[in-house]
């Protein structure tokens, strides 16, 4: 990845160390937001009606969204891709999974936008007699785009990098990381197969990061 080590030498002091520990923090936040008052959740999602409509802090909100509501569940879901993260920042070095996070965030979002790009022109002439249409569209893509498979890219590669790193599911079951890689990658590809257009793009461009990385 020649390009790769030109733009470290270039902007490599800009990387964000620990990065990790900023986007648990941002679930947590999230979770805390959607306990005290879940209305406020609305207004974090990626929805490209908004954002076009000037709410352009949902650009970066929807990283808030919780990807648990059981707070057991966030806790060791929180632990885990800690311990994931930090051990692929080690591996990789900052600026590089800096790269791999934030790359996956800019595909998701645009992946959002040129899914509502494609449902718009296809609605164009409902639209325009029912501008409102526009909105739930968005809501509903809105809903396709997290960071669950921003968290799955994480494991993905790490399961990359250490095959035969054995791992407490549950902190019961012993398993190695390339067992439960595979059911993961099973599982998401019959989502993708089952899925919408909105589901298979939204899986597809969350996942593209970990695509272009390991097969490049």
Avoid: C
Avoid at 32 to 40: A, L, M, R, Y
Wanted: hydrophobic residues 55%; positive net charge.
């Amino acid at each position: 990845m020649n390009w790769l080590n030109k733009l470290e030498r270039k902007i490599g002091r800009y990387a964000v160390p620990n990065l990790i520990i900023w986007l648990i923090g941002a679930y947590t936040v999230g979770y805390v937001f959607g306990t005290v008052s879940p209305g406020i959740l609305s207004y974090l999602t990626l929805s490209p009606y908004h954002i076009l409509h000037g709410q352009i802090w949902r650009l970066v909100t929807w990283v808030f969204m919780p990807t648990e509501s059981n707070l057991i569940f966030l806790l060791i879901m929180a632990l885990f891709y800690y311990q994931l993260g930090m051990a692929l920042e080690r591996t990789w070095g900052t600026f590089r999974f800096n790269v791999y996070i934030f790359g996956g965030m800019i595909f998701t979002v645009i992946g959002a936008f040129v899914l509502y790009g494609i449902y718009y022109a296809m609605n164009a002439s409902v639209i325009s007699q029912m501008p409102a249409l526009a909105a739930q569209i968005s809501y509903s893509i809105a809903s396709g785009f997290s960071t669950n498979y921003i968290n799955m890219s994480i494991f993905l590669a790490f399961a990359v990098m250490y095959p035969d790193m054995q791992v407490m599911l549950y902190f019961i079951i012993p398993i190695k990381m390339k067992w439960m890689a595979i059911v993961y990658a099973v599982l998401t590809l019959y989502e993708f197969v089952v899925s919408g257009w909105a589901g298979r793009v939204a899986i597809f461009m969350s996942l593209l990061n970990f695509i272009i990385f390991f097969f490049s």
